[in-house]
């Protein structure tokens, strides 16, 4: 493929006078090109020749492929300064080797305005926008009729293809990249009075490779897989136009590659028409009916492909819609969302932005430093809390859950500036920008899933995830980290809920169990997240993951959060579909969970305070077998006679103690809140009754604490669960 860079405003009179040069390599090992002058570079990086891989890694070394003759630089060593100033020019860097500056201090407009795609990519030049719109009710999940259609997949010698995208794995790996990518023209019709729809997916996160007319008013969609890969079809999002309102259009995608699917579980694309955001306001909403999740006969070598069928009625004439997976947002969208901050004089005075690193394309991965200066004369010694986000690109729940964080910890209320005085902040809201930007489902540049090489010292193929851990080495060796939170989404489930890491041999103070902040969290927005959907086994399969990696490295309180791309099936949510305020609320309830946990006090700083609450359901551990349950025949009056002792973990709130102090008159709030058909039965209880009693009696003659986590084992079956005390 012919490649050439389409002149930008300002560019036509040549490149003469102290303006850009001939396209040279610059980068500190990175696959990327840009103009001569321009610096990118990595924290703490070198500049290279070029950019030969480490073993295993699927980057090729680059020679003299700028067009200009001349080999890149070598063995020049790059300026001091951990950031980098941008003049007005959009594409002239300006080093400066000074000390690390914020973000905030330099040209947010510039700083934030550059994009970097693989040099293959075509990128049409009109900007794709959306607005924020909640529906006035939240959205129902589709309810199946029993009549829906299986429309069978049509070879290529049938119908006609309209729409035809570059292939994922055309080249074998990343080469370089170049700002914008390509410039394609626009798909032109041959006839004027065709009514053929037209499709669009190359703009910023667009996926969508090939389009077929069967009839009129039905269209089957191949998705495109993951760059450099053959797989990971899942994401789509398009634009449709030249359509007819009122008329029953069919669209079915053919290869998707999971065998269970939410939209087996009522799930329902989304929609959003540009004439309705224009004259209604209206955003995206849920579409489709006769929707169907079925196995298709499109499987060859091996390779078995699953399609999804819906139909739908556009609502107005020539309009340009969009349809998507979920809520699309941006690598560009973060950067308005930074620029936004860093031009608001008070937030930039307690959000601090810094160049993390920046990705295989060129592109900067940002980290925030959020935390309120402290008062003059007054040292604190605060805790830290790490957050990192869409490390999966087509996860982009993960990033409405980011704003919603970020627009609470940033906001004014009492709670968020207790919570920066409590803690340092570093969040990280997009680790895979690249994979974001290009349209990919799970995987970097690199065709491999990120989220799986936290163990890796692959600097140069995987620096966003480098990066990130040496980041968060460095922040322990001056802080403890009281949690991390990777923030993902989820195609095979409902409801929110979380993954943590726990030992057999768990620490004693609540303040160090797995469980805390989970069950908090459930408290917090129990129509959202499922206390009973969360798991804290470490599996072989999850240790190149983040969460186990620094659970691993020391960070007890180590959690991966996910979210259903569908919705809730708890309380009045029961059946409907996530928003984007739902989305947003989650982060949200994050910091009020946060805040539940560990509450300031002026005299003594950060000390654990749990608040006193009910459990809606004790735990069961995924290993607790039907077959391992020992019941009580006699119906003993005291089973924790026959039982080893219960093993309680208790806290106060002034400072953790042990579970044989000092007995004190205390009562047990009532376990009817704990129902859980046949639980104390199969525990060895004769009744519940039975259970409350003994059970009081035993806690209240051994804290006086207030609070307690008791776990009851029996052979290798065991029941854990919190109970309060007052």
């Not at 993960?398 to 803690?423: E, V």
């Not at 609540?510 to 798991?535: G, I, N, Q, W």
């Not at 620094?550 to 979210?563: P, Q, R, V």
């Not at 924790?640 to 000092?662: F, H, R, S, Y």
Request: aromatic share 10%; glycine share 8%; charged share 25%.
């Amino acid at each position: 493929m012919a490649v050439a860079a389409r002149a930008r405003p300002g560019e036509a009179a040549g490149r003469s006078g102290g303006q850009r040069g001939p396209l040279t390599y610059r980068g500190p090992g990175l696959s990327r090109w840009a103009p001569a002058g321009v610096l990118r570079r990595s924290l703490g990086g070198r500049h290279h020749g070029g950019t030969a891989a480490s073993p295993g890694c699927p980057v090729p070394p680059l020679g003299r492929q700028d067009g200009t003759g001349r080999a890149p630089p070598s063995g020049r060593k790059a300026a001091q300064a951990k950031q980098i100033l941008l003049s007005s020019d959009l594409e002239t860097v300006v080093p400066h080797p000074q000390e690390p500056q914020n973000l905030d201090d330099s040209s947010p407009a510039s700083q934030f305005s550059l994009v970097y795609w693989p040099h293959q990519c075509e990128v049409i030049r009109d900007r794709v926008e959306h607005i924020d719109w909640i529906p006035t009710t939240p959205e129902p999940l589709y309810t199946p009729t029993g009549l829906e259609m299986m429309p069978p997949y049509q070879t290529p010698d049938k119908g006609t293809v309209i729409y035809l995208g570059e292939e994922a794995n055309k080249n074998s790996c990343f080469m370089y990249s170049r700002v914008r990518g390509l410039c394609p023209l626009k798909q032109i019709l041959s006839q004027k009075e065709d009514n053929t729809l037209i499709f669009e997916a190359r703009f910023e996160s667009g996926n969508l490779q090939k389009v077929v007319k069967v009839n009129e008013f039905e269209y089957q969609l191949t998705l495109r897989t993951d760059l450099y890969t053959s797989r990971h079809t899942q994401w789509y999002y398009f634009q449709v136009s030249n359509m007819q309102a009122g008329m029953p259009y069919r669209f079915t995608i053919v290869n998707f590659t999971n065998r269970n699917s939410l939209y087996k579980r009522g799930l329902r694309p989304l929609l959003y028409s540009e004439a309705d955001a224009k004259k209604h306001k209206v955003g995206w909403r849920r579409t489709g009916n006769e929707i169907k999740y079925y196995k298709n006969n499109a499987g060859q070598g091996g390779h078995q492909y699953f399609s999804l069928t819906w139909t739908f009625q556009f609502p107005h004439d020539l309009d340009t819609c969009y349809f998507a997976h979920c809520y699309p947002y941006t690598y560009s969208n973060l950067q308005e969302y930074l620029v936004a901050v860093s031009k608001d004089p008070v937030k930039s005075t307690f959000c601090k932005i810094h160049i993390l690193c920046h990705s295989l394309a060129g592109n900067i991965v940002y980290v925030l430093t959020i935390t309120n200066p402290p008062e003059s004369g007054k040292g604190t010694k605060r805790k830290a809390v790490i957050l990192t986000a869409r490390v999966h690109p087509g996860e982009t729940n993960s990033s409405w859950i980011m704003k919603g964080f970020l627009d609470y910890i940033l906001g004014n209320s009492g709670t968020a500036q207790l919570l920066r005085d409590s803690f340092v902040f570093k969040v990280v809201p997009m680790l895979n920008p690249d994979g974001v930007i290009v349209g990919n489902h799970r995987c970097s540049l690199t065709g491999q899933d990120l989220n799986r090489k936290y163990r890796s010292n692959g600097k140069k193929c995987y620096p966003s995830i480098w990066y990130t851990r040496n980041m968060i080495k460095r922040v322990m060796g001056e802080h403890d980290v009281f949690l991390y939170c990777d923030i993902h989404g989820h195609n095979g489930k409902k409801n929110v809920f979380m993954y943590g890491c726990e030992r057999k041999q768990q620490a004693k103070s609540p303040y160090m169990h797995p469980h805390v902040f989970p069950l908090l969290l459930s408290k917090s927005c129990p129509d959202k997240f499922s206390f009973t959907d969360c798991r804290f086994r470490v599996r072989k399969s999850k240790e190149g993951t983040g969460r186990v990696v620094m659970w691993k490295m020391g960070i007890n309180n180590s959690y991966t959060l996910e979210a259903s791309i569908c919705g809730s099936k708890l309380g009045c949510r029961q059946s409907t579909h996530f928003d984007m305020k739902d989305l947003e609320s989650i982060g949200q309830h994050f910091c009020v969970a946060l805040l539940d946990y560990c509450v300031h006090n002026e005299t003594q700083g950060v000390e654990t305070q749990h608040k006193i609450f009910q459990v809606p359901d004790p735990v069961k551990k995924e290993r607790l077998e039907e077959k391992t349950f020992i019941e009580d025949k006699q119906g003993s009056p005291n089973p924790t006679e026959n039982w080893d002792q219960p093993e309680l973990i208790c806290c106060g709130t002034d400072k953790m103690k042990e579970a044989n102090v000092e007995a004190k008159e205390t009562e047990l709030k009532d376990f009817s809140h704990c129902k859980h058909e046949g639980i104390w039965e199969r525990f060895g209880f004769q009744s519940e009754q039975v259970a409350q009693h003994e059970l009081s009696s035993y806690c209240a003659t051994r804290t006086n604490t207030g609070f307690a986590y008791v776990k009851i084992e029996r052979g290798k079956s065991y029941l854990d669960f919190f109970v309060e005390l007052f």
